[in-house]
T-cell receptor, first 114, second 106 residues
Framework: EPEVTQTPSHQVTQMGQEVILRCVPI?????FYWYRQILGQKVEFLVS????????KSEIFDDQFSVERPDGSNFTLKIRSTKLEDSAMYFC????????????FGDGTRLSIL | KNEVEQSPQNLTAQEGEFITINCSYS?????LHWLQQHPGGGIVSLFM???GKKKHGRLIATINIQEKHSSLHITASHPRDSAVYIC????????FGKGTRLHILP
């Protein structure tokens, strides 16, 4: 069964550095999403992406964040200047149609900011 | 007040027991979802509901739109069901509950 893959599984970065989290969604999916989960807290929606542009974003997704689908297979989340509070698990997901239903999730990237 | 409330927060039960996890919400929604988060962190979508009831194997999910309440039931629970179960609602925005940590003892 096709799956969403995320790399790396764990990223350790110094505060202030840029970080790029990578995701390969399922190949025929059209909608892509990023979520984050701070340790011990609930999952939070960051952004959804369709047709090469952001379709929706949350208040968390400020100017420090950006997303890109650079080559038709990868979907990346960039954090420009990381802060300690960016430490979290970041999940990528994809599906054929808009909405949470039938989304396929990756296993997540654990981002640790030192 | 949280817009999505789950209960209980933690649940430990013996293998074979019937499990019920509840989700109440206070916003207007178009759909409600139940997700399973494995101990390693991975997330799996279990159900999407907009009305009534759905069943998949030993899992049953129900929703009462008027009461703004949903339940996830697990019949004949097994240690491999141990995970965090998350309720999420889709309205103007996607809102996740804090999850219910389920531990099934062999």
């Amino acid at each position: 069964e096709p799956e969403v893959t995320q790399t790396p599984s764990h990223q350790v970065t110094q505060m202030g550095q840029e970080v790029i989290l990578r995701c390969v969604p399922i190949s025929n999916h059209l909608y892509f999403y990023w979520y984050r989960q701070i340790l011990g807290q609930k999952v939070e929606f960051l952004v959804s992406f369709y047709n090469n542009e952001i379709s929706e974003k949350s208040e968390i997704f400020d100017d420090q964040f950006s997303v890109e689908r650079p080559d038709g297979s990868n979907f990346t989340l960039k954090i420009r200047s990381t802060k300690l509070e960016d430490s979290a698990m970041y999940f990528c997901a994809s599906n054929l149609g808009l909405g949470l239903g039938s989304q396929h999730f990756g296993d997540g990237t654990r981002l640790s900011i030192l | 007040k949280n817009e999505v409330e789950q209960s209980p927060q933690n649940l430990t039960a013996q293998e074979g027991e019937f499990i019920t996890i509840n989700c109440s919400y206070s916003v207007g929604i178009s759909a409600l979802h139940w997700l399973q988060q494995h101990p390693g962190g991975g997330i799996v979508s279990l159900f999407m509901l907009s009305s009534g009831k759905k069943k998949h194997g030993r899992l049953i999910a129900t929703i009462n739109i008027q009461e703004k309440h949903s339940s996830l039931h697990i019949t004949a629970s097994h240690p491999r069901d141990s995970a965090v179960y998350i309720c999420a609602v889709v309205g103007d925005k996607i809102i996740f509950g804090k999850g219910t940590r389920l531990h099934i003892l062999p």
